[in-house]
């Protein structure tokens, strides 16, 4: 098992930054890759960002160049810095880690980004 903890949302300027973090436990070297999902109202979950094992990172179309994952295996944390925010970054914003047989989530951070 794998648990995800995420902090660090909150209410920002449109053009402000925020870094999002997530604490991860458990079965850590089970874990292959890990990330950011997204979900605002009535949408449904997107991916943000990802990193898989060994550092290669992917992101989503509408973040890229703006936004940042990274992973820090030494205290078990993963981040996604975010740049220039718009309201359309408005969402709930989910941690995800992936093993070779289960995905997990944690519950979630609210960023708001007011038009």
């Known amino acids: 098992q794998v648990q995800l903890v995420e902090s660090g949302g909150g209410l920002v300027q449109a053009g402000g930054s925020l870094r999002l973090s997530c604490a991860v436990s458990g079965s850590i070297f089970s874990i292959n890759a890990m990330g950011w999902y997204r979900q605002a109202p009535g949408k449904q979950r997107e991916l943000v960002a990802k990193?898989?094992?060994?550092?290669?990172?992917n992101y989503g179309g509408s973040v890229k160049d703006r936004f940042t994952i990274s992973r820090d295996y030494a205290k078990n944390m993963v981040y996604l810095q975010m740049n220039s925010l718009k309201p359309e970054d408005t969402a709930v914003y989910y941690c995800?880690?992936?093993?070779?047989?289960?995905?997990?989530w944690g519950q979630g951070t609210q960023v708001t980004v007011p038009s």
């Open positions: 995800w880690a992936y093993s070779d047989t289960n995905a997990y």
């Open positions: 990193i898989i094992r060994g550092g290669s990172a």
